[in-house]
Nanobody, 128 residues
């Protein structure tokens, strides 16, 4: 079954940094728009950062601009998170989709396209 695998979530103090990783299982991310989403308890999943297939275009949630950076190297996608805040606490999911803009990728809400691949999520907790 084709899916994505995330890693890198952890417990970190406010002001700290983490780097999340995402790799595909069973397919290649070539030609896919990729994105990182997060979901906190009791809240809807939201798009955090999205990146075009050629890495030319990116989109960020306003609250993470200047702190988070999405990148892709070979067949992996990364989310570098700096100056983490307690409100960044959430489960972070990686997603991949074709034939979509980065704006529409990050703006996705349920019900999601059945052509979007998702990972199982990795927990990020920011607390002192």
């Amino acid at each position: 079954q084709l899916h994505l695998v995330e890693s890198g979530g952890d417990l970190v103090q406010p002001g700290g940094s983490l780097r999340l990783s995402c790799v595909p299982a069973g397919f290649s991310l070539d030609y896919y728009v990729v994105g990182w989403f997060r979901q906190a308890p009791g809240k809807e999943r939201e798009g955090v950062a999205c990146l075009s297939a050629n890495s030319q275009w990116s989109q960020y949630l306003d609250s993470v601009k200047g702190r988070f950076a999405i990148s892709r190297v070979n067949d992996a996608v990364y989310l570098q998170m700096n100056n983490l805040k307690p409100e960044d606490t959430a489960t972070y999911y990686c997603a991949a989709e074709t034939i979509i803009t980065v704006e529409n990728m990050c703006a996705q809400h349920p019900p999601y396209r059945d052509t979007t691949y998702w990972g199982q999520g990795t927990q990020v907790t920011v607390s002192s």
